[in-house]
């Protein structure tokens, strides 16, 4: 009887469990949809009156947006959605030239074990080091999307931008290489268009 009563109480509680775990996941996920379509909503016409539920600015979209995505990583942060929701904060903080909170929250999202959301960040974060002068942290960051890329970054996408750094940088002879590498890789796709490009431009 100990036995089976046992079992009835794991049983319940694992049931619970996943109806929890659900009824959180689908709220985390509605909240996310909308702030990212508070996001992407068009900004208004110049000139025009101001619609209810426009903004007027990008400044004034990003820190309401921002606000929602700092809020869903607080309330959902052991969830993939909580994840996610700390890469889009550190985008719209960098928007409102917010680079330390931008940094702290992609790093955050860059440690991610979904390696989709992770190079979403460590190619948003590299490109933050690129605007601070921190050019080494970037290739460190574009060369861990090569060694490792994903659905969401590939490769080809990371050895672009670290080409155009080291273009910056008056490396001309590791930018060449690095494009024609791109070149042969994608000779069909618009990464190797790109990198043609940039090879005959040069």
């Given at each position: 009887?100990?036995?089976?009563?046992?079992i009835?109480?794991?049983?319940?509680?694992?049931?619970?469990?996943?109806?929890?775990?659900?009824?959180?996941?689908?709220?985390?996920?509605?909240?996310?949809?909308?702030?990212?379509?508070?996001?992407?909503?068009?900004?208004?016409?110049?000139?025009?009156?101001?619609?209810?539920?426009?903004?007027?600015?990008?400044?004034?979209?990003?820190?309401?947006?921002?606000?929602?995505?700092?809020?869903?990583?607080?309330?959902?942060?052991?969830?993939?959605?909580?994840?996610?929701?700390?890469?889009?904060?550190?985008?719209?903080?960098?928007?409102?030239?917010?680079?330390?909170?931008?940094?702290?929250?992609?790093?955050?999202?860059?440690?991610?074990?979904?390696?989709?959301?992770?190079?979403?960040?460590?190619?948003?974060?590299?490109?933050?080091?690129?605007?601070?002068?921190?050019?080494?942290?970037?290739?460190?960051?574009?060369?861990?999307?090569?060694?490792?890329?994903?659905?969401?970054?590939?490769?080809?996408v990371?050895?672009?931008?670290?080409?155009?750094?080291?273009?910056?940088?008056g490396?001309?002879?590791?930018?060449?290489?690095?494009?024609?590498?791109?070149?042969?890789?994608?000779?069909?796709?618009?990464a190797?268009?790109?990198?043609?490009?940039?090879?005959?431009?040069?």
């Amino acid at each position: 009887m100990r036995w089976v009563i046992g079992i009835g109480i794991v049983v319940i509680l694992a049931i619970g469990g996943l109806i929890f775990w659900n009824f959180r996941t689908s709220a985390a996920d509605a909240a996310l949809g909308s702030a990212v379509d508070l996001y992407t909503t068009p900004l208004a016409t110049p000139g025009a009156p101001v619609e209810a539920g426009a903004y007027s600015t990008a400044a004034a979209r990003a820190t309401e947006a921002n606000r929602e995505f700092v809020a869903i990583a607080h309330n959902y942060g052991w969830l993939p959605e909580g994840t996610k929701a700390r890469y889009f904060a550190g985008i719209t903080y960098e928007d409102l030239g917010q680079n330390s909170n931008a940094e702290t929250e992609l790093k955050a999202a860059a440690g991610s074990s979904d390696r989709n959301v992770a190079n979403l960040a460590k190619l948003a974060l590299a490109g933050l080091y690129r605007q601070t002068s921190r050019d080494n942290d970037a290739v460190a960051l574009y060369n861990e999307i090569i060694a490792k890329p994903s659905a969401t970054v590939s490769a080809s996408v990371a050895q672009l931008d670290l080409a155009d750094l080291y273009a910056t940088e008056g490396k001309q002879d590791q930018a060449r290489a690095l494009w024609a590498k791109v070149k042969d890789a994608d000779k069909n796709g618009a990464a190797g268009t790109i990198a043609s490009e940039k090879l005959g431009a040069k």
